[in-house]
Each structure stands twice: as C-alpha cells, then as structure tokens.
C-alpha cells in the first residue's frame, strides 16, 4: 500500500479478467460498505468514517482521508474491471483488499452513486454522479483531500434485490460488523459508524504499533468481560497471534469469532472448522468459543482469489494450518491451566452483584505456582484412579498455603469439595473435576496408547444390532483409547479390557454411549474429532459421580491431580471445574472493606 502514489489505474487484460471468479459482490449495505472501506484502506486512509441511514438501502455514505483520484481515475475507476492494484499479474501475490475492479461499478448499476474526491495536493476536487450506471454530472466539486462515496437508493430500482434484505436492525448490525473485523485488522486507523447519528464503532487511531497497538483495537472492540487467554505460535514461516476465550466463557453464536488472514478479515470454514477442532472436548454442543486469531503466513502459501467477497481463502497446506491453529489454541488454553479462569471472577460479579461493589470484575492475580509440574506424560503414566486412590501415597494433612487448590476441609452435599488455600476458599465440583482429569490422562497418551486394564474375565454386553456394527467399525479407534473390543454375535460385543483410569465402570452404559456417540459423528468429522469425542464420552463414565461421599484424603488426591494438569480449570463441558474467593472477595462479601 505504500506504492499507492506511484501507480496508477488501469484495465485488466482479457486473460486475467477471465481468471478472476466471477461473481456479485453487491448483496446487501453490509457488503457494499465492506467494499468502499476497504478501497479506503487500500488508498492509505488514516481515518474512516462510515454514516447510514434506516436500514442502510436509504442513504450510506463512506468517507476517507487516502490518496485520493484525479478526474480521469475516477471515471476509470467506475469502469468495469478498472483497477489501479495487480502491480504484476500473478493472482498468487495480491496484498490489496481490491484486485478486481468491479465493485465501483457494480455498485453504481444499483444505486444512485455520487463519487467525490482531491488527491493530496490538488487545487480542488472533483465529482461523478451516476444514477443506475448512467453518467449524470461529471465536474468540479470542493471537497477535502481524500474520497467521499455516497450511495442512495439502494436497490431502488431493482426490487428483486432489495426482498433478500432481512429486517433493518439485522442489515445495520452487519454492517457493523463488517466495520469491526475491518477495524480489528487496522489499528493505526480510526474507525467511525454512524447510525442515524449514533455511534455504534468508534475507535481512535492506536498510537503505538505492533502488537501493542493491536491489543489495544482488539480490546476497544470486544465486548466488556470477555476472557481470554493470549494466543502466540510461530512455526517455521506461519505465525498464529491473537486471543482464545476460555471455555467458560462461550458463546451461543459464532459472532465473536474473528478471523484473519495476512491480516484480511476472512469468514473461512477451514479455519471456523479448526477453531472447533480446537475446542473439541472443552465446550458443550452448541457452544462457540469467543476468538481473534491472525493468520500469517507468506502470500504464495494462500490463495485469497476464492470467494467473490474474499472471504473464503485457499491455503496451499491446509492440513498444516488446521493443527498448527489447533495446537495453537490448546496450547494457550493449557498454559491458562489452574489459574482460577478470569471467567470466574466473571461468574462471581454475576452472583455477587447485588451485594458488591464492581471490583471484583479485576482479573485475579494468579495462582502462586505450583510445586514443580511434570510433564503430563509423566504424570498420566502415574495415574491414580480416584476409585483406588485411598490406597495411594497422599500427603496428609497437605499445608494449605503450600498447593495452588490448597487443603480439603470438607464436603458439602456429597457434590462439592471445600478447600482451603492461604487464606482463600476454593470450591470444587468433583464430578467435573474428575471428568476433566479422566479426559486428560486420555489425551496423554502421545501418539501411543492409552494404558488398557484388561478385565479378568471378558464380558459380554448385549446392545442393539446398529449400535454393535458402529462399535464393531470403531475397533482400532477404541483400541487406541484403551478399550478393547471384540463381535460376538449379531448383538452383543465382548469387552475384553477397559482404560486403566476408567476403573471399572458398568459396561453396558459406556458401550451404549460409546456406540450413540460414533452415530451422531458420522460423516464430516475428522478422526481426531472422532477420537475427542469418545474420549470425552468415556471420560464422563470413569468419572467420580456427584452424589459420592469423599472421604479427605480422596478429595486431597483429586486436588493433587488437579494441580497437575493442564486446562483442568474447566470441565469438558466448558463449566468451571472450581471456583476460588481470595481473602479480598471474602472481606468485599461482608462489608468488611
Ligand atoms: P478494486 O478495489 O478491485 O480495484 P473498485 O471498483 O473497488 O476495484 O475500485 C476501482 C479503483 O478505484 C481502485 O482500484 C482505486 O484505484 C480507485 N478507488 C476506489 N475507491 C477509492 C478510494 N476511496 N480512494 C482512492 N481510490 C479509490
Ligand atoms: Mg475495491
């Protein structure tokens, strides 16, 4: 973009046009306002303002202080496949937003379209005014330096169009949208939308550059309380920065999923398919993770020339994005570990709102850190399942002061572990807990197995023919999750061993789960989704069930347990598995500060 000034516009050879995918990019305001704001970008603006009216069909209006058109750019620019941006002519290399030369004039055969513009510098400015594609003025206009684009009517004239259009307040929240992923992506520019006068973006330019400045725009742009954990992954020549929401703070809608590619705004299903991947295990169907993820990587490794609104791309090695993006995010999920999830402070100004003052919101210091961890390997090798664990080596009575989740006091409604931790009271859901540990150990397995237990005498189980032929066709699956299955008969399956944390649950049940499980993933999921899911499926079988009377050095051993894995703060199911009140929250509760 900092060429800008020394190009300029022309057309597009034949060939080239015919490569460029075809297609409309006029849908909607959203897509029109998409269109003018990244040609303000791509002319090098500093400041961007966009101002609708009703429900945006009326009147929109995007004005920029870029570079600017003399007179005979701008009537090249509403020429069809006019475009000052493919420097050379290889569609691998393009870094411009625009590449196609067509939104102007498409949008121009759609509306009544005023273009207004002074490069730096010149005397004046000018102005083109079309009404459904046809030159209506073409003179002289004082303006400011920069480009002013105003369209009205809308669709005016073609009503088959405008019934596409969903209610007023959907098309402005699209638009906002649409500004947001925009400003996201450019901190050094300030963004401004008005809607019949209110201010629904407003962002001032980030003085600082890099990734300051960017955290900066990501946080004025996100909604308050969000938490997340920072995202930072580099491998060879891709880079993956940004932000991942912990699992309890997810969302009933993918809205709050913004993706970047080379630093364009991208809507692509690869990466929301990966981002999934990457949450697998750790939300509840339906749920969606709040992210801001940057993609970088170099321009010849993707191909953006895809999608006729550039928001689909095509990497050259998408299996290597997908589980760099899914190693990315559960790496940061991991390292957020035992901290007590900000979410939690979160959950907590809910409950306690009534009776706090809002300082509670504050993100929590961390945890002091935990005694020496080990590898999860390591510890998975060691693993003690809960329903053995009186007989294991405990420290009793464990020094509150000494453990992140400190020492058990006591049980409250056969559900929940108390516990105290240097001065602070930790409460925690067993049964999530356990489920979340259980996962883990799991997913320990690196690449090998998990450690199988096998039953002194096989069982058998007798389950519907259906369900038997899924488990049948999951054999080696299962297999690699320490379940060891075999046919017998049309329908019964014999279980020969079981994963050695599981202890020894009651088979029918799992195996029915199991088999329910692998119906409802048929089709589209990948084998380590398959794997996640069945995992967490057999995770919730060994698990420690609410209701359980724990005797304390039972729950000390699970808060040992706790401490030593990562991502433990939240259950499968995206749920805090416990919650913490500092000294501080326990004065703020009784008004003792
Ligand atoms: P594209 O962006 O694909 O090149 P457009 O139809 O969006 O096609 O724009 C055509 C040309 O008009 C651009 O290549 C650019 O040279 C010029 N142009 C459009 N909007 C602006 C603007 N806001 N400031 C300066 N030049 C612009
Ligand atoms: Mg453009």
Not at 6 to 15: F, V
Not at 188 to 202: A, E, M, Q, W
Not at 408 to 413: C, F, H, K, L, P
Request: aromatic residues 4%.
């Amino acid at each position: 973009m900092a060429e800008w000034a020394a190009m300029s516009i022309r057309r597009l050879p034949a060939h080239l046009v015919d490569r460029i995918a075809a297609g409309e990019v006029v849908e909607r305001p959203a897509s029109v306002v998409k269109e003018l704001v990244e040609n303000s970008l791509d002319a090098g603006a500093r400041r961007v303002e966009v101002r609708i009216e009703g429900d945006g069909t009326g009147r929109l209006q995007v004005i920029d202080d870029g570079g600017g058109m003399s007179p005979a750019e701008m009537r090249l620019a509403i020429e069809r496949h006019a475009t000052s941006k493919l420097p050379g002519e290889d569609l691998l290399e393009i870094s411009w937003f625009g590449f196609r030369g067509e939104a102007l004039p498409a949008i121009a055969s759609v509306s009544r379209f005023t273009l207004e513009s002074r490069p730096a510098g010149a005397e004046t400015g000018w102005r083109l005014l079309l009404d459904s594609g046809e030159l209506q003025f073409d003179g002289p206009a004082a303006v400011p330096p920069g480009t002013r684009v105003t369209i009205e009517q809308l669709f005016g004239r073609v009503p088959a169009r405008a019934k596409f259009l969903k209610a007023p307040r959907t098309e402005i929240a699209a638009v906002a949208d649409v500004v947001r992923r925009l400003a996201m992506a450019h901190p050094g520019v300030s963004f401004l939308l008005l809607h019949d006068g209110r201010r629904l973006v407003d962002v001032p330019a980030e003085a600082e550059d890099g990734v300051a400045g960017l955290a900066n725009r990501v946080r004025a742009l996100l909604p308050a309380g969000a938490d997340a954990v920072p995202v930072d992954f580099l491998r060879e020549d891709l880079r993956i920065g940004g932000l991942a929401g912990l699992p309890a703070a997810s969302r009933a809608t993918s809205e709050q999923q913004y993706l970047f590619v080379n630093g364009r705004p991208v809507k692509d299903r690869q990466l929301v398919g990966a981002l999934r991947g990457a949450y697998s295990g750790r939300l509840a169907a339906g749920r969606h993770a709040l992210a801001v993820l940057f993609v970088e990587l170099p321009m010849d490794a993707v191909d953006v020339n895809v999608h006729p609104a550039k928001t689909e791309v095509r990497f050259r090695e998408p299996a290597r994005i997908r589980g760099s993006l899914i190693t990315a995010i559960r790496h940061a999920l991991d390292a957020a570990g035992l901290r007590p999830a900000e979410a939690v402070s979160g959950l907590l100004e809910a409950a306690l709102r009534s009776s706090l003052p809002a300082t509670i919101a504050a993100a929590p210091p961390p945890l002091p850190a935990a005694p020496p961890i080990p590898h999860f390997a390591e510890v998975a090798q060691e693993w003690v399942p809960l329903a053995r664990v009186s007989t294991a080596p405990v420290a009793l009575p464990p020094d509150a002061a000494r453990y992140p989740l400190g020492a058990a006091r006591a049980q409250v409604a056969n559900t929940y572990i108390v516990a105290e931790a240097d001065g602070a009271l930790i409460l925690v859901d067993q049964h999530a807990a356990h489920e979340r540990l259980v996962l883990e150990a799991m997913r320990g397995r690196a690449g090998g197995r998990v450690q199988t237990q096998p039953l002194l005498i096989a069982e058998t189980v007798t389950l519907d023919r259906l369900s038997c032929e899924r488990l049948e066709e999951a054999i080696e699956l299962l297999l690699d999750l320490g379940l060891e299955l075999e046919r017998f008969g049309p329908d019964s399956m014999l279980v020969r061993s079981v994963p050695a944390v599981l202890g020894l649950p009651p088979l029918a049940p799992l195996l029915q789960d199991i088999a329910d499980e692998l119906g409802d993933g048929q089709g589209a999921q990948t084998l380590a989704d398959r794997l996640e899911h069945v995992a967490a499926t057999i995770a919730c079988h060994g698990s420690v069930r609410a209701g359980r009377s724990l005797d304390i050095a039972e729950m000390n051993a699970l808060l040992r347990q706790m401490e030593q894995v990562p991502a433990s703060g939240t259950c499968n199911h995206g749920r805090p598995t416990f919650l913490k009140l500092t000294r501080a929250d326990l004065e703020r509760l009784f008004h003792r500060r």
